[in-house]
């Protein structure tokens, strides 16, 4: 009888522990849905961004190797993921996949059962056709099915334009405090760590954003170096002010001609009684940036192609010069060819063109077969603004393997006196050591790399003995007083030299 006691005693102890341990898990358990569309749109290229550009995740996929996810669960998160699509940058998005990739988010979000907070993973440079502002569109028909109760965290490249209308519509927002990017998945991290809290503080988050009127390519907008060096470390000081969650720089995506296209400060209090703080240091650091417009500067020599190329054969070690018109990472369509007709022009023997767009040069390529010569007319037939087709001899030494047959990373590499040039079937940017290695190169071996980037990449930054950036024509014009804007706001620096401006 004693031992049935002493069992009943304990089971029941039992039963009141796991109960408190469910109740307690269950008190800090918090649901999240997630979503994403992630692009920057280059409103000046002729290179529309349609469905097969898209990279989309589904369901549990969308969590796999992902940093904010592992956070998440740490924290308590029980994620719904729905659509996470990706697509390297390219023109302006075409309509029927945003419709679709918009149904089937917001049919996710009436299927879920109910959830207490939103992730959303963009860039913040989307532009679709037929849509002032496809970002808002989207978080509009949100709220309609959600409310305004359940919080919306976002996270963003820093070279997004978010409009007031969506700043409108979300709860927390914060982004990348580097350029060229080594924090993406620390910044999307931050988003749900912040929501996390907001989630579970009760947090009623408060917004303030200050547009400065300024059109700045990422390449004269480097986190690395000054001016803005100084400016983003003041980041986490400010966010330890009282009330302050987050702080972020947007330097904004300049080749957009949309009303939006701008640098923003944005700064996010946990309640609108920290506004005053919020709206203070949010204007401060907007005076900073505006005071310091002039000395937003490219951080590397820079010139014509025919400079370039000159200096870059007087330096005794690898130089990489930058064919900035046609940036391939800013949406650009990647078949330009003009820098290729100058190093032909230069007899710049020892150099590595890397590379340019072109599917029938490619498939003439294959057809002629390995060690054969042949002749080619390349390029320009994209970019049929800027680019003028050029001819070209040489001889095919290298001509894609057969699994990658059949998809769109086939390459082959010509040997033009001494110039070699990688053709490509599909738009690809040489960012880091292994895009170089894939074709069995090592940038390093050539006298001169010509990539279509603007800045280099981490990667190549940190190896490069020299960097030179060529002020080449193209949807990515370093200089945006030879850009057609249009319907950007104006007066804007550097469209407008001599207006005047302060954050109200
Ligand atoms: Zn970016």
Known sequence: MKRVIINSVTFFCVMIFLVSCFSKSNSKTKRVLTLGI?????????????????????????????????????????????????????????????????SEILEGIRNADSFDGIYMDMHGALHVEGYEDAQSELIREIRKIVGNDVLISGSFDLHGNLSKDFLNHINLVTAYRTAPHRDGAETKVRAITMLSEAMNKHFKPYITSVVIPILVPGEKSITEVEPLKSIYLQIPEIIKKEGLIDASIFAGYCWADLYRSAMRVIVVASDEKYADIAKHEAAALAQQIWDERVNLKLDVPSGSIDEMIVKASEYNETVFISDSGDNTTAGAPGDNPQVLSALIKHNAKNSLYAGIVDEDALNQCKNAGINNEIDLIVGGKIDNVFGKPIE???????????SLIGTNRESAIVDVNGIKVVIMNSRRSFITLRDFKELGLNPLDYKIVVVKLGYLYPELRDIAPLHLIALTSGFCNLDMRLLPFKRVNRPSYPLDLDMDWHPE
């Open 38 to 102: 992630r692009h920057e749109s280059n409103t000046f290229s002729t290179l529309p961004t349609r469905a097969t550009d898209f990279k989309v995740l589904r369901g549990e996929d969308v969590l796999v190797d992902q940093p904010w996810a592992e956070e998440g669960r740490r924290l308590g998160i029980e994620f719904i993921p729905t659509v996470h699509a990706y697509s390297w940058p390219g023109g302006v998005v075409e309509k029927t996949i945003f419709e679709s990739l918009k």
């Open 392 to 402: 070209i001899n040489g001889k095919v030494i290298y001509l894609p393997s057969d």
